[in-house]
């Protein structure tokens, strides 16, 4: 089921982009007087189409991966003598530009939106309070504490662990100083120290950028508390009940729900001999973790129970709320960071300050799409803005067969007065056909290697 739902989640994803970058061509396009012939989400044979007054066909094919607007053009057939003035390359240079730049600004205005969505009920984010610094790490090296709430790096601001993780993946693969701000609860003192960095997490695949600083951020201590025993599991023919407290496990002292999983994860098909806490009283039992297969292939131990989840503490939390307009204008502020961003890994992707082992392809957003639409409807609303934001930058590259290709030769026609000869547009096409191809067929391998 949980497979099914994943991929549910990627069809209904990708089918908003397509059909939103798409309506922008469209739109436009109809604004500009050019008859459209079809338009399609999907590729393939139709499952379902239909036709409009002015000649238009909606399609939706089966194979769900993209869509595409075809126009009335008389490169791509013979065009009927009172319908030249609807033909997309009879169009003004200008008309041209507007029609293809439409469908990414199509995604752009659509990741405003969702950001403005998103934000509207207001935010809620952890304090980035740091609970461990690892020795010898870039964290030691700008002398950061345990304790000490990280409230700017390089200088922005940083109110969340989301926005310190927003700036440390800035700084992935490049060399130079990285400057913390910092201060002590109940201190409005601030401090700033530095650190260098030195080709900081580059080769790196799927970087953990908190880790590699060298901080743990701080959490409450999870008492292990049983909440839940699944049925049928080790747990339960050992005798454990909610409410439960594990106390110890093979005569060590536990004291942390995180002590007491990594015990069992390291321990499947071991006996445990296990104390726990009932009304008061301390009682014995043995257990045997059953073998299961966990993210990435590695076989560990589990016992078939979930524990009582505490309350974060109100000074731990960082809320925002925002009135319709202040939510507006922070999604845009947002649209723009994030389509930085994405410009940023693209360059250091290309110069090699981030490895090629990081592009993602379908295997890897369809299982993003289920873990995001799992964890809340918020959290899928903001992987489809920043998916959207990404379609829509690498759709402006200028690389021929890409929107950016076409805005790229068009731009070249407006300079010297006359269209890129068809030749050089076909060889051009051919070059961007197999770059694109070899990105595609990389970030495909990445996934297989990955699953």
């Not at 009940?241 to 999983?261: N, S």
């Not at 503490?313 to 502020?333: F, I, S, T």
């Amino acid at each position: 089921m949980g497979s099914v739902l994943t991929i549910v989640w990627f069809l209904v994803a990708l089918g908003v982009l397509v059909t939103v970058h798409e309506f922008g061509h469209f739109y436009v396009a109809r604004r500009c007087g050019v008859k459209v012939l079809r338009f399609s989400v999907g590729f393939g044979n139709a499952i379902w189409s239909r036709r409009d007054k002015q000649g238009t066909e909606y399609t939706i094919a089966a194979i769900p991966l993209g869509g595409y607007v075809k126009m009335l053009d008389e490169r791509e057939g013979e065009v009927a003598d009172h319908e030249l003035d609807q033909a997309f390359n009879r169009k003004t240079v200008w008309q041209r530009i507007a029609i293809v730049a439409a469908g990414p600004i199509a995604n752009f205005i659509l990741a405003l939106l969702l950001f403005w969505l998103m934000l509207l009920p207001g935010t809620t984010g952890l304090a980035p309070v740091i609970g461990e610094v690892e020795s010898g790490s870039i964290a030691e090296q700008a002398g950061l504490e345990a304790g000490q709430e990280i409230v700017a790096i390089d200088g922005v601001a940083t109110h969340t662990r989301e926005d310190v993780l927003r700036q440390a993946l800035k700084r992935m693969g490049e060399q130079g100083t990285i400057s913390f701000t910092v201060r002590y609860e109940d201190s409005s003192l601030e401090y700033e120290s530095q650190a260098e960095l030195n080709g900081w997490l580059k080769g790196e695949a799927d970087p953990d950028a908190i880790g590699g600083l060298g901080i743990e951020f701080f959490r409450p201590v999870v008492r292990p508390v049983i909440d839940q025993v699944v049925e049928g599991s080790p747990a339960e023919r050992a005798g454990l009940l909610t409410g439960d407290e594990i106390v110890e496990a093979d005569g060590i002292v536990l004291d942390d729900w995180h002590q007491w999983v990594e015990y069992v994860r390291e321990r499947p098909n071991q006996d445990i001999e296990i104390g726990y806490i009932r009304d008061g009283a301390t009682r014995y039992a043995v257990l045997t973790p059953e073998l299961v297969e966990a993210e990435g292939g590695a076989s560990v131990g589990r016992v078939g129970v979930a524990v009582v989840i505490p309350e974060w503490p109100e000074d731990m939390l960082r809320k925002q709320h925002y009135n319709p307009w202040q939510a507006a204008v922070k999604g845009a502020e947002k649209t723009w960071e994030t389509t930085a961003f994405v410009l940023l890994s693209l360059k250091k992707l290309v110069v090699g300050e981030i490895s090629t082992k990081n592009l993602s392809g379908p295997i890897t957003i369809a299982k993003v799409a289920g873990a995001s639409a799992k964890a809340g409807i918020g959290y899928y609303i903001g992987f489809l803005a920043l998916l959207s934001i990404s379609l829509g930058v690498f759709n402006l590259l200028p690389i021929p067969v890409l929107d950016g290709g076409h805005l790229f030769y068009y731009f070249i026609e407006v300079v010297k007065g006359s269209p890129v000869s068809e030749k050089v547009q076909m060889i051009g096409y051919q070059i961007g056909m197999m770059l694109v191809l070899s990105v595609m067929v990389l970030a495909l391998y990445n996934d297989i290697m990955r699953f």
